[in-house]
Structure formats: C-alpha cells, structure tokens
C-alpha cells in the first residue's frame, strides 16, 4: 500500500489538456522517446523548460517541430505545461544504455574533471554535481536519454542550436569528436537520476 | 655533492607569466630554455576543476594558490626603528607559487599606465614646478616611454584576448571609453563583459555629476577567443570566484590559457619543477653570471650553467634573488645609496561602501574578477594637482569581484564585528550594498626598501626578505582626496548611507589591501638610481635581466600585470633582436 500510495501521489497530477500535444512524441509520463531523439522532461526544471520553448518560438533554437508548436503556446500555457513536466518524477535509466567500460571511463572523466588535451572543462562545473542540474542555468544531464544529448551535441556544434549564453556550449561541443560524445553521452544516460518513489 | 648539469643557453627563474612567454619567444626563436619552477604543474585540468576549486576555507582563508610562507615568508616593519618579523599568514599581499605564477590567482584586471607615468619625475616637474613634492619622495622616471611600449601592450591584450572598450584609437577619443588613456593602436580584442547593476547605478551616477564612466578592461572574457598563439577561451560564465582561485573554464587568461601549451610543446623548451633556485652564480669577475645553482624536492643540489638568466620572480622575489646572488649593489636608506631594494612601493587602496534600501537588488555573487564600471577622472595626473600638496590619484569603480560567503559581508559603520547584532546586518545589507575599489597611486620615497632578514632565514637557510615599508604622506593626502570624490558618486548613486575609507597609515600586512607589490629592481637610464636599463639587463651583471613589476621605479593608479605584460614582450623583442646576436651591455652606462 505504501509503494502504490508513492507511486500514486507522483502521478497524482493529471496532465493539462494542453499536454495532449506533447505527450505524443515525449511519452505519457515525460520519459523521453528513444527514436527520434526526443527529450524526457519529467523532472527538468521549469524554468529551463520555460526558455527553451521561448527560443524555439524565436529560432534561437532550431526544431521544426518544436518552433511551431512553441509559437502557438502564450507564457500562461506555457507556465502550466512546465511546471507539470518539471513535478513529474524522474524515470530510472532506460535497459540497454549501459556504456562500454571504455565509454564509461571517457565519460565520467568528460563530466567529472574534463580533458586537458582538448581544453574541455567539466560538464559538472555548470550543470552541478553529477549532472544533477542548476535550476536558473543549466539543464539536468543525469538519466536524460543519449540519442537526444547526442542529437543536442551535434546541434552545438554545427550552430543549430545557439540560445545559451556566452556561446559556452558550442565552444565545448566543438572541441568533441565522435566517440567523447557517444562515451559522454551514455555515461550520463545511465546515471541513474530516477525520483526514489519510482524506483 | 653538487651535480653539474649541461648548459643551456638560457635559464628561467620561476615560470609564471613573464617567465612563460619569454621562455616561448627563445626556445621559438631556436635557443635551449630551462625553465626551474618552485611549485608543482597544474593545469585547469585537472587541478582548476569544479567542485574543489571553490573551496572558500582551503583558497580565501588558507591560501592554497601562495607562496609557502611555512618555508619562506617574507619579514616586514614599518620604519627601521622596529625589528622586523616574519609575516607568517599572508594578508595584506598574496605572492603565488607554482606554474603560471601568481596570474593564475589573479583578478584580470588588465589596464595600461598612461604615457606620463613613464616620465613621471620630468612631466611633475614640468607641471608643478619643483620644490612640488616632499624632500624624500624619490620617484623618477622609467627610461622608456608609452610609445615604445604601445606595440607590446597591443601583443599582450592581444595574447590575453582582453575585453574592454577603446577610448583613445592614435588620438581619436571613442565613445563609450576611457577618454583619458593614451592613445591605442586599434580596438580590444574582444568586446566589454556584461556590465552588472552595481556598474550600471555607478554609470548612471558618474555620469551625471560629469565624470567619464567605462567598462573596465577584464582578461575574463566576453566571448570565445582564439589568440595568436593558437589557444581557444571561452566566455566566462560570472562565477565570482577569480582573485585566489583558479579559472575552471579556459575563461581567465593565465598563462594555463593564453601560452603554456604551446611552450610545453616546443622542444628547446625543458621546465622543471620542484626547483628552488638558491643564487645566481658568478665567475671571479663578478661581472658575468655563470648560471644558477637550485635545490629540487628530494634535497639534491644542482648548478644549471647557462649562457643568459632570466630572473622572471613576483616582484618581492626578483629583489631577494639579486640580494642573495649579489648582483648589484644593495640599497642603503641612510645613505641614500646602493640600488636593490630601493623604491620599494605598492597601491594606495581605498574604499567606499554604499549601502541601499532592501528593494535596490545588487546580486553580488554574479560578478567576474573584472567587471565593472570605473572612472579614470581622478587618476594618475588626469586632474590638476596644484594646490594639492600631492601627486598621483585612483580610478574609483564598482568594481565588486565577488560575492562569496565567507569574504563578503558589507556592514555599515558602527556594526559590532561579530554576535547577533554582526549576523543581522550581514543579512541586511549583503544583497544592497556596492563597495567601490579606489584604486590608488603609490610613491616611491627614500624610507621604503627591501633588504635580507639580519636574523630569520628560510627553509633552506638563506635569508628572508625584509620589507620596510610605511605609507608616504604624498599618498596618504591623495587617499583622502579620491575618496571623498567616491563618498559623492555613492550617494549620487542614491545609497541610504555611504561610508568612504581613505587609507589611513600605519601600513599592516594584516589585512588585505592588494598583490601589487613594487620596485626594488628599478629600471632606468641611471645606473645610480636603477637596477637594470630600459631593457631590463642588470647594470652590473649584463648576461642577467630582472623582468618583474619590481622594475616600476613607483606605482600607478592602476593594475600592474599590463604594464608587466607590455614589458615583457619590449624585453623579448631586445633579447632577439639585440642582446642574443651580440651579447653585451645594451645600454652603455
């Protein structure tokens, strides 16, 4: 009785009619969607939410999709809609993301302490301890799904994606090849970030 | 047992900012460069990584970046009537150890001085007559000018990627600059950083009582750089956690940032750390220097021959170096003769607290070492002094570089300095306050020198420093003057309550004032009055050259690492282009 009443009360909320729109591509509970890169957004902050729907209605981020659906949403629907995905618990990491041991390695050194030789500083200096997150400024990492971190990476780089500031993003995605993006990618991935109720 | 190694044919003491570059243009240029460096390495990564590089107790209260004062403090008095002691937690000054030298701590504040601080003692005596100053005030000036240097303050800004905004370009006053700086050759490398709300609320206020507001220039950056060297930066992200700190995002330039990669990479190049370097050696003649003789971690001695010694320490350091090597001849106050150590100076820094209404949100914390908005209106001889009875000035600014939890507790006068009554106004006033920085001139004068510690020596057994040193009158007048000009601005700006500091004598190096220690090694076209020439070569010993702000006969109103930058690559330039293919005396004395 006690799990289900957890379980119960973190779902408690029902979505806003006007999440109907997105539950489509990022998943009944805000889990994210492994094909075609999409997002989870359950337990992202608000605010973070907030702006980016923002920059996709102003093209400071780039996403067909996402600017047309932003631009038809006013602050107060997009108010509503953020702070229900931002309550919403966080899933534990999806089976099968688990990183090689090389990738593991490569990854958590990306995000712990950064790489000298490509004057890469640590992930984890602005998007907090274990990628867990800064409310006002960065993005939780943890547990978010790779396909999207690796989508967002290129993004970055090749200047899709700008609406950060002080172009910090894209003079760190730049100086990654290849495989430091699979290997950090998926060390955060599998991060296990879940909202203990779900567990 | 001494080993004797190979010669090379230069050897740098102390690979900080001055030392990396210099040891970048010679072993580019083709010569072996040894590089000895007390410290350990270090790089922004690992060692400058978050979360340990804001670890306030172990950086702002423990001084984890400083010189080793438990192996080798420096002894200090006020006037030669006290015994010296040795200063045993750094305070007042923060000299750095390790590699990239004390720029990896520092602020990035990156000004130049103006073309009359070059020429200070001429243009003094050309404006105010002589008889001006106070009988024992001994500035002079500098043996080379503004305009030689302008090339090499350009190459420096340009190497940091400074961000600032020009205000004089060859003589045309820009809008939104320091209309009072010597003209430029072209534009910052990179545009201002952000101006916070302090700077703005100064802005608004200097404005309006007719001063001449700009954003001051910051080596942290406003947007990604990739200088000439090669290296990338990036935008530095407000973090508050510069001045003792380390820069965790390639945003403050260091020479971590702006050169070591490319001087690691080169081949001629060889550092080696863990190096105390004991003395400069000399041969019978005294007149030529054989090399260095230095102590690694494990306790061996070495003597590292070499053809040319760069003596490239923080400031106080240079002049122990010389002392201890005996080049040149130490300075003696009561007679007034002898140069090393002579015109020891430093900053004459002021304050002014300005307190606000709860609804005026000032957000300290969001600050880089830099930022900020100053004026240049009362500032080295930018407004007339007669009448005045002193020389010099300060640049007033909000120039607030941080708001860290333990540093930073504005409280206004009165407040009890610990206990509820402390904790409340903490509370109050911490977010609505703005503290300006006046940052002020300093005069040499005849009492103020360094020499070696008669009684305490360091972990090795050689002598201390000892600094004798007291506020000269010329500076105390001028703190007192700027400052009111500040308590003006502060409540132009509308603060409740404004209190202003002048500094007030006796000098302490118990409290924190600033890391601009001067002189002691001072250049010039005397050698009875100067250490080293206009090229920074020793007088006496001309196959060593003593690059450090201990070269500044006295002090500016503004920062000194640009003025050290623009020497640097004034000293590479005479290095390859006149010393190296004719060694020899470049100045004839």
Known sequence: MVILFGAGSAYAAAPPPEAATCLACHGPHGEGMVDGDKPRLAGQSAHYLDKQLQDFASGARDNAIMSAIAKGLNAQTRSKLTAYYASLPVPAPLKGTTPTAAQAARGHQLAQEGAEAKRVQACNNCHGPDGSGVALSAPALAGQLAPYLATQLKSWQQGGRKNDAGNLMSSVATRLDDADIAAVTSYYANLDASTPSTR | MVQRLKEVDVVVIGVGMVGSILAKELAAAGYKVVGLERGSTRFTVPEFQSPGIHDELRFDIRKALMQDNTREPVTFRNNTSQSALPVRRWESFLPGTGLGGSMVHWNGQTYRFQANDFELATRTKERYGKGFLDADVTIQDWGVTYDELEPHYDRFEYLLGTSGKAGNIKGQIQPGGDPHESPRSREYPTPPQKEHFSGALFRKAATGLGYHPFPQPSSNLSQPYTNPEGLKMNTCVFCGFCERYACEHYAKSTPQTFILPVLLANSNFELRTGCQVQRINLDSTKKTATGVTYIDNAGREFEQPASLVITSLFAINNIRMLLLSGVGKPYDPTAGKGVVGRNYAYQTMSTVASFFDEDVIINPFMASGASGTLINDFAGDNFDHSGLGFIGGAFIGAVNTNGRPIQYHPTPPGTPGWGKAWKDAVVKHYNHSIMFSLHGSSVSQRQNYADLDPTYKDAWGQPLLRITFE?????????????????????????????????????????????????????????????????????????????GASAYPQNASWNPTGTLGALTYWVADALKNKYLKNPGHLVSA
């Open chain 2, 471 to 547: 506020f000269p009158q010329n500076d105390l007048k001028m703190a007192a003057y700027v400052t009111a000009k500040g308590v003006e601005i502060g409540k132009a700006m509308g603060a409740k309550q404004v209190a202003g500091s002048p500094r007030k004598a006796p000098y302490t190096t118990q409290q924190y004032q600033t890391t601009h220690n001067t002189g002691g090694t001072v250049m010039g076209n005397d050698p009875s009055t100067s250490v080293v020439n206009r090229y920074m070569q020793s007088w006496d010993v001309p196959n060593v050259f003593v690059i």
